[in-house]
């Protein structure tokens, strides 16, 4: 009797120990399934077809305009708005115009034909030796890590305009570019001059570029730059209704480093134009945006060059937003997580800002910002801010695919439940 009832003590102690380390294992497994990523964007293209839309434009092609989603864009314009200029005459579909004959009329602001800049265009920073430092045509795998690498070493950010097209073959980078601090921008779909576009193909380049990083970060573009610079008064008033702000770049601040790759340019050539800026740069009273590219690791190594030159000068690098004191950057930025009641609430932290339509961005399939606040127009006497970016969303992460992770987390946790019920039941 004595020693069945050890023996079934012993059993019981036998089923305890078991039953534990079960549902301990059970509990950490489910714990770490909750902490795990839950969206991770592969590292390879995606054009797969958007929730509820069209297909993504092709890429390096204009995108189509008999499409619901630009007819709609189309409509949200108030053409009164827009001036009634000529569509600019090119050689081939997709290449900068040419300028004609005697230039063009003045009230067109024909920024590649005349150099004009209209009032809103940002193209230098207004502190003294402030470096708007730019990367347009990104991103490209192979080149664009090289560029973080650099501008990491140095402390610095930049901001990058992208194109759709490169974002649609490599949309991890768009995100590591804000994971890195960095600012994104738009540089169309796929790199035409917008003034040889029509109306309706204007909007569909801005459109869709914008969504295509907007689905695969949950950041609202703010800043475009128009391919070749070529923008006019009709671009801009389509640019603008958008709610996009038009960047170009100092007068002889083209570094001309997209010669590198063609060889139509040595790398010392590119150096002696850097350095002829950096000569006037004491009688300048304001700071300068440059021109520079990403996709070839020549543009790498004279970025390198060129940015310690410059800063050996005493100019001070940093991306477009910063040097406006734009403290947020985009028109809309994912929602940012509550913070603890007793988490020190950080002073630069910015509110998440929505100046376009919720309802816009539900469309669009992201994260509803929290708050609405008009967007502040950036004037050149604007009082300047040093500011910060946004701190990184690391995720994008809609309702959907949160629910989706804490289902399988869930069903995780019933299948060890049930699992160790059974373990029990067959040693009792
Ligand atoms: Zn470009």
Redesign the pocket.
């Known amino acids: 009797m004595a020693r069945e009832n050890t023996n079934s003590n012993k059993k019981k102690i036998t089923t305890v120990v078991l039953f534990g380390s079960i549902a301990l294992a059970i509990t950490l497994f489910s714990t770490l399934a909750d902490a795990a990523p839950k969206l991770k964007i592969l590292h390879k293209a995606d054009r797969s077809h958007p929730k509820g839309s069209s297909p993504w434009p092709d890429f390096g092609e204009t995108p189509e305009t008999n499409t619901p989603e630009v007819k709609a864009w189309v409509k949200s314009i108030d053409w009164s708005k827009v001036p009634k200029l000529p569509i600019r005459k090119t050689e081939s579909r997709g290449d900068p115009p040419e300028c004609p004959h005697g230039g063009a009329p003045k009230s067109d602001c024909w920024w590649t034909c005349t150099g004009c800049f209209a009032h809103d265009d940002v193209y230098d920073c207004p502190g003294k030796n402030e470096w708007g430092l730019t990367f ?2 990104g991103p490209h795998p192979g080149v664009t890590e090289g560029i973080f690498s650099l501008l990491e070493q140095k402390n610095v950010t930049a901001t990058f ?1 992208v ?1 759709g097209t490169n974002s649609a073959k490599a949309p991890w980078l768009l995100q590591d570019t804000i994971d890195k601090g960095h600012h994104l921008a738009s ?1 169309t779909w796929s ?1 035409s001059g917008l003034t040889t576009l029509t109306n309706a193909e204007i909007v569909a380049e801005l459109k869709w570029t914008e969504k295509y990083i907007f689905d695969h970060t949950g950041y609202k573009i703010k800043y475009f ?1 128009p ?2 610079g070529d923008v006019d008064n009709r671009v801009r008033a389509i640019a603008r209704e958008l709610g996009f702000k038009t960047v170009i770049w100092s007068s002889d601040w083209d570094t001309q480093d ?1 010669q590198l790759s063609e060889h139509t340019i040595t790398p010392k050539k590119v150096i002696g134009i850097f350095n002829s800026g950096l000569k006037s740069l004491p009688k300048r009273k304001k700071g300068v945006i440059t021109l520079e ?1 990403d996709g070839d690791k020549r543009y790498l190594t004279m970025a390198r060059t060129l940015l310690d030159m410059g800063m050996k000068k005493g100019m001070k690098p940093m991306n477009i937003a910063q040097c406006l004191g734009d403290k947020v950057g985009y028109n809309a930025v994912p929602a940012l997580p509550a913070l603890p009641a007793s988490a020190p609430k950080k002073p630069t932290a910015p509110a998440p800002i929505a100046a376009v339509p919720a309802a816009d961005i539900k469309q669009a399939g992201g994260v509803e910002p929290q708050v609405s606040i008009p967007p502040s127009p950036v004037a050149k006497d604007d009082k300047k801010e040093k500011t910060t970016l946004p701190a990184p969303a690391k995720e994008a992460i809609t309702p959907e695919k949160k629910s989706s992770a804490s289902t399988i987390s869930a069903g995780l946790s019933v299948a060890g439940w049930t699992l160790a019920a059974v373990v029990v039941s067959y040693v009792l």
């Open positions: 347009d045509d305009f194109t540089h790199h730059r391919p070749y997209w590219h």
